[in-house]
């Protein structure tokens, strides 16, 4: 089967830009993951979605992060504008059982560079 | 969340075990224990996971103490591909997210 896939791959803005990311999960897969690894730090979770419902948002940073997920499939992260501190490795992880007891599938991710 | 602490790198010569440590001392009665890795520009990997009995899949063993304070991740032959950042986590007893450490930076040398 494919695994979560992640574009673009490497993205590189100026500050105040937009940038929006994309994840495609496993097909099947109802629960989908974003986290983010920013310079020097650990890999943060971003929020949680069954579906298109957002399960947790706990993690996300501030209101210039909006994620989405219409139709329950692809997910996008969209950083509006985006600052210097939000460089880093965004990752995108999908789980069939949503308490994870199957473990989670992470997506190579997205290293995003705003400068 | 259950905080778990490992060391910060260990060594391993290529064919021989690799024996991962790592402290939970505050797990909750119901939280698992995972072990993820992340090779070099790659996404975590899922390895293995166990709530108090001893797993052992295709890629790893993990053993868990009886008070389930501690437990080992144990590849039994490592090769230089394993060289990795291994990941102990306990996972939100409620939540499905996942808390990542530091972890311990595993180097396989020849």
């Known amino acids: 089967e494919a695994g979560v896939t992640q574009f673009p791959s490497h993205s590189v803005i100026e500050k105040g830009q937009t940038v929006t990311l994309r994840c495609d999960p496993i097909?099947?897969?109802?629960?989908l993951y974003w986290y983010r690894r920013v310079m020097g730090k650990e890999i943060k979770f971003l929020l949680h979605?069954?579906?298109?419902?957002?399960?947790?948002e706990s993690g996300m940073p501030n209101n210039r992060f909006l994620a989405e997920r219409t139709g329950g499939t692809y997910s996008t992260l969209k950083v509006q504008p985006a600052e210097l501190e939000d460089s880093g490795v965004y990752f995108c992880?999908?789980?069939?059982?949503?308490?994870?007891?199957?473990?989670?599938?992470f997506g190579s991710g997205t290293r995003l560079t705003v400068v | 969340d259950a905080k778990t602490t490992q060391p910060p790198s260990m060594d391993c010569a290529e064919g021989r075990a690799a024996n991962l440590p790592c402290n939970h001392s505050t797990i909750s009665g119901n939280e698992y224990v995972y072990w993820y890795r992340q090779i070099h520009s790659q996404g975590p990997q899922y390895i293995i996971h166990?709530?108090?009995n001893n797993e052992t899949n295709e890629m790893a063993s993990l053993i868990i103490t009886e008070d389930r304070k501690s437990s080992t991740l144990i590849l039994p032959h490592a090769t230089l591909r394993d060289t990795a950042v291994y990941y102990c986590?306990?996972?939100?007893?409620?939540?499905?997210?996942?808390?990542f450490g530091a972890g311990t930076i595993l180097r396989v040398k020849s």
């Open positions: 986590i306990v996972r939100f007893q409620y939540g499905n997210k996942l808390v």
């Open positions: 166990g709530l108090k």
């Open positions: 979605f069954v579906k298109e419902s957002k399960q947790d």
């Open positions: 097909s099947g897969h109802d629960n």
């Open positions: 992880a999908s789980s069939q059982d949503g308490r994870g007891d199957y473990g989670y599938t």
